[in-house]
């Protein structure tokens, strides 16, 4: 059988464009939190010292920018004096300004929709989801273990266990195929931020106690090639070592690759701009899909028109791995006739938003277990449970749409 290879890459919550997203985001969740109806369009932008949001913001809720940059700034791990980028000591500048009255026109109301109440997209574009059975997260692999890597990475800076460890990092794993089966990690690259120490002590460790912890073993072999810190020093890093703008890294946050993308950003974004929520939908379709038993791969493609409610387009593609007695065609036509949420048709934004929360997520009343936009911005938007739209909560209602169809 053919041997192929495929790479993606991942990078840490203190890599300098995750860290604009997460205070892009953190906008976000301030907006929401107070007022459910604001509309959000937020970059950050920052390099050595400095910190500079902008973007257009409807809301009744009054955000003090200083407090959450630095919170988040501190959150992440930005607190070592001498690191060029500090929580306490940075400078933030706000340069927000309100949303445009003539997108507002398009977002607030519908007037071609059935439903008087009803939104339109908060943009044109076309987003895509996908889901297939190569890890039980039903992402693909190499984008799934890369995640792993810098979460691992995270947990051992916050634990104290490697305290020579600093917020910057990147991962990249390749996994040998054998068709489309991931059978072997051929090559890991992980760089990591530390203190100024021996390169020696660094690969050691970061091989024992990150990598060899996070990638199964099945996986690894003697052939496995390690690349750790490949120039030897990785001591100069984060916004001071590289500048950092909101919506840089939409590879890392989706598929790494591995799956197609639209080309629009997530973070800083409320849930009524569809580059965001239809992404998050299709998401949820095409994993409640691969569920179901219905394909192996499943990708599925949305596309919108700025402040029309209705999706121009809906389209699946399986890739020939659907299951008997299943087509592309019939999933499409399925995926259409999902259940309506307060009146409102499926794949409209309204819909979207109703049927997973996106206007106030459950993190706002439960810190403890609900999710937050500031969440999705570090990790990966997708494979991880606490989102909504990785839910399989809609998996017996498409055997039930399609049971009803096989029986008309």
Same mark, same amino acid.
């Given at each position: 059988?053919?041997?192929?290879?495929?790479?993606?890459? #991942?990078?840490?919550?203190? +890599?300098?464009?995750?860290?604009?997203?997460?205070?892009?985001?953190?906008?976000?969740?301030? %907006?929401?939190?107070?007022?459910?109806?604001?509309?959000?369009?937020?970059?950050?932008?920052?390099?050595?010292?400095?910190?500079?949001?902008?973007?257009?913001?409807?809301?009744?809720?009054?955000?003090?920018?200083?407090?959450?940059?630095?919170?988040?700034?501190?959150?992440?791990?930005?607190?070592?004096?001498?690191?060029?980028?500090?929580?306490?000591?940075?400078?933030?500048?706000? &340069?927000?300004?309100?949303?445009?009255?003539?997108?507002?026109?398009?977002? $607030?109301?519908?007037?071609?929709?059935? /439903?008087?109440? #009803?939104?339109? /997209?908060?943009?044109? @574009?076309?987003?895509?989801?996908?889901? %297939?059975?190569?890890?039980?997260? !039903?992402?693909?692999? =190499?984008? +799934?273990?890369?995640?792993?890597?810098?979460?691992?990475?995270?947990?051992?800076?916050? #634990?104290?266990?490697?305290?020579?460890?600093?917020?910057?990092?990147?991962?990249q794993v390749t996994f040998e195929y054998h068709g489309?089966?991931?059978? /072997?990690?051929?090559?890991?690259?992980?760089?990591?931020?530390?203190?100024?120490?021996?390169?020696?002590?660094?690969?050691?460790?970061?091989?024992?106690?990150?990598?060899?912890?996070?990638?199964?073993?099945?996986?690894?072999?003697? $052939?496995?090639?390690?690349?750790?810190?490949?120039?030897?020093?990785?001591?100069?890093?984060?916004?001071?070592?590289?500048?950092?703008?909101?919506?840089?890294?939409?590879?890392?946050?989706?598929?790494?690759?591995?799956?197609?993308?639209?080309?629009g950003a997530f973070s800083g974004k409320d849930a009524?701009?569809?580059?965001? #929520?239809?992404?998050?939908?299709?998401?949820? !379709?095409?994993?409640?899909?691969?569920?179901?038993?219905?394909?192996?791969? %499943?990708?599925?493609? !949305?596309?919108?028109?700025?402040?029309?409610?209705? =999706?121009?387009?809906?389209?699946?593609?399986?890739?020939?791995?659907?299951?008997?007695?299943?087509?592309?065609?019939?999933?499409?036509n399925h995926l259409r006739h999902l259940h309506s949420?307060?009146?409102?048709?499926?794949?409209?934004?309204?819909?979207?938003?109703?049927?997973?929360?996106?206007?106030?997520?459950? @993190?706002?009343?439960?810190?403890?277990?609900?999710?937050?936009?500031?969440?999705?911005?570090? +990790?990966?938007?997708?494979?991880?449970?606490?989102?909504?739209?990785?839910?399989?909560? &809609?998996?017996?209602?498409?055997?039930?749409? +399609?049971?009803?169809?096989?029986?008309?």
């Amino acid at each position: 059988m053919e041997r192929k290879l495929f790479t993606s890459e #991942s990078v840490s919550m203190g +890599h300098p464009d995750k860290v604009a997203d997460q205070i892009s985001d953190a906008i976000v969740d301030a %907006c929401l939190r107070e007022d459910s109806s604001s509309r959000v369009a937020c970059e950050t932008f920052v390099t050595t010292g400095t910190v500079i949001v902008g973007g257009e913001i409807r809301t009744k809720a009054w955000v003090d920018v200083q407090q959450e940059v630095r919170t988040v700034l501190r959150e992440i791990g930005y607190v070592h004096a001498g690191m060029g980028f500090e929580a306490d000591g940075c400078g933030v500048h706000s &340069l927000i300004h309100g949303q445009s009255a003539d997108i507002a026109i398009g977002v $607030d109301a519908d007037s071609e929709a059935k /439903a008087e109440s #009803s939104i339109g /997209a908060g943009d044109q @574009g076309m987003m895509f989801g996908y889901a %297939c059975r190569e890890t039980e997260t !039903l992402m693909p692999a =190499p984008i +799934h273990w890369a995640h792993r890597l810098v979460e691992r990475q995270a947990e051992l800076r916050a #634990s104290g266990e490697m305290p020579w460890l600093r917020p910057d990092a990147k991962a990249q794993v390749t996994f040998e195929y054998h068709g489309v089966k991931p059978v /072997a990690v051929a090559a890991v690259v992980l760089s990591t931020q530390t203190e100024d120490m021996a390169i020696e002590q660094i690969r050691a460790e970061v091989e024992e106690h990150l990598i060899r912890a996070v990638l199964p073993a099945a996986y690894l072999s003697a $052939d496995t090639a390690f690349h750790i810190n490949p120039t030897g020093k990785f001591v100069i890093g984060g916004p001071h070592g590289d500048a950092g703008l909101t919506g840089r890294k939409i590879i890392v946050d989706t598929y790494g690759g591995y799956a197609r993308h639209g080309g629009g950003a997530f973070s800083g974004k409320d849930a009524t701009k569809v580059d965001r #929520s239809a992404a998050y939908a299709a998401r949820w !379709l095409a994993k409640n899909v691969v569920e179901a038993g219905w394909a192996e791969r %499943c990708e599925v493609q !949305l596309a919108y028109a700025i402040g029309v409610a209705e =999706p121009l387009s809906l389209r699946v593609e399986t890739f020939g791995s659907t299951a008997a007695g299943i087509d592309d065609g019939t999933i499409e036509n399925h995926l259409r006739h999902l259940h309506s949420w307060q009146g409102h048709a499926p794949l409209t934004p309204d819909w979207i938003i109703g049927r997973l929360g996106l206007q106030t997520p459950s @993190g706002y009343q439960d810190p403890a277990h609900g999710w937050t936009y500031r969440q999705t911005a570090y +990790h990966g938007h997708f494979g991880r449970d606490l989102f909504p739209w990785e839910s399989l909560d &809609l998996v017996e209602e498409l055997q039930a749409l +399609h049971c009803a169809g096989a029986s008309a």
